[in-house]
């Protein structure tokens, strides 16, 4: 246990030798690194936060069933029962057009407009929400033929639109971080190999006198483990700077929108799992190509 | 400790090294292998550790047919022997001591341990005081005695010397013999291959010739 301990303390020394000596050269390498894995990690992380938002503005479908001007009570009665029986539906919220009209009237240069019209143009209104998107759309059609019903809005589509997008947006993340990371993979392979290059008379030497393989894959194992935290480090350092410059244009159109919006950056959480994916991608770089060379070369 | 019996190699390409080459060589035994060269003798030597592996026939290295080791045996193999080759292999990126050191690691060594065994080892081939050099900086004669340190400083029951004296002068080769011999003395298995018959018959040990392959007077 104590000369496990030894070796793997002498093989961690030996790969912080290594990039402190080559100190150029492993910058340059975490930067390749870092800059692959921004890519990705940026895109993850905008869209978590749009996701963010859309679910602020609109978790459930919604419906709304405008009533005809000169719909009767009892229409809107038999409505009202129909509406609330309705297994489909999770909510009714009834919304009268003077209800309406002063709430139209709040926002900033709709009251000339309104004035300006002389009498209500608003019809009485239903804001349905419903149990699901599917349920909502057979129900909207239904509605639309029922007595007194002017118009039937399903406000679902669009929710349901943004997410297919944020679906196809995820998709083309994950393809794009396979990608790099096998692009990472590559980088790292070919870094190792060269560092196993320039060692090599020691490696042979070592394997002639008795080190075995595990022996000489662990200081290599390091490398790439090493390499590939500087690369995740240098990623989340480049996220972080690129959401501190988007949020001060963002923050300008959120107010806009009366909104204090703003990009999040990871969580603890999420940082040390971009880290830890950083830190396996080099490892199993480094892994290939040690042992790639020691299967090539005789004992 | 060490058997070949009806050893041959026989190389891709068909360059026959060995033909049924069969030696025995006892538990703390000197053999000085001798003959010409092309003769065999480093194919010979290379069959202990499992640098190659025989065609035909069987190397036992204390009852285990190490032609047959798998390849995660074999390191294990290699730490129980000293090997000093005719090209030295060393290695110089590193000093004199770490030269040394290198088997130590292998195996875990503390550092403290570690340190107390190579300095006993450079004591004991005479470079004590060289210990920060480069090898660069040592002489032929040194350089090989650097490499004997380093194949016994892991105290292997066995010493194989692949023609540790070519290239030197008479003086520097039998300094380097008499340090064989030292630690054949103390108990180490030793076979020493050389060129140089002469020198091998003043030492009044074993001595076998190889020819095209074949031990003479087998």
Sequence with gaps: MKAWLTQHRQALAAALAKLARQKSASLLNALVIGVALALPAGGYLLLANLQGLARGIALEPQMSVYLRTDAGNADVAALDARLMADARVASVRFVPRDQALSELKELEGAADLIAALGQNPLPDAYVVRGRDAGALDALAAEARGWPGVAQVQLDAAWSRRLGALAGIARIALVLLAALLAAAMIAVTFNTIRLQILVQREEIDVSRLLGATDAFIRRPFFYLGALQGATGGAIALAIVKASVIALNRGVAELAATYGSGFQLAFFGLADSASALAFSVCLGWVGAYLSVSIYLHEMPQ | ?218
């Design chain 2, 1 to 218: 400790m060490i058997s070949f019996s009806g050893v041959s190699k026989r190389y891709p390409g068909g360059l026959q090294a060995l033909r049924e080459v069969s030696l025995e060589i006892g538990d703390g035994e000197l053999v000085f292998v001798t003959g010409h060269s092309g003769a065999g003798k480093s194919s010979l030597l290379k069959l202990v550790p499992v640098i190659e592996r025989p065609s035909a026939g069987t190397v036992l290295v204390n009852g285990q047919n190490v032609g047959a080791l798998g390849r995660a045996a074999i390191p294990h193999l290699r730490r129980n022997l000293g090997l000093v080759f005719q090209d030295q292999k060393l290695l110089y990126d590193r000093t004199v001591f770490d030269n040394v050191a290198l088997p130590l690691a292998f195996t875990g060594q503390p550092p403290r341990e570690a340190a107390r065994r190579v300095r006993a080892a450079l004591d004991k081939v005479g470079l004590l005081g060289r210990e920060q050099a480069n090898p660069v900086q040592l002489s032929g004669g040194e350089q090989q005695r650097l490499a004997i340190a380093r194949a016994v400083v892991n105290r292997p029951a066995a010493l194989l010397a692949d023609e540790p004296t070519a290239n030197l002068d008479a003086e520097a080769a039998a300094r380097v013999l008499e340090i064989l011999v030292a630690f054949n003395q103390v108990g180490v298995t030793t076979i020493v291959a050389t060129h140089d018959e002469a020198l091998a018959r003043r030492f009044g040990r074993r001595v076998v010739r190889l020819s095209h392959g074949a031990l003479e007077g087998a």
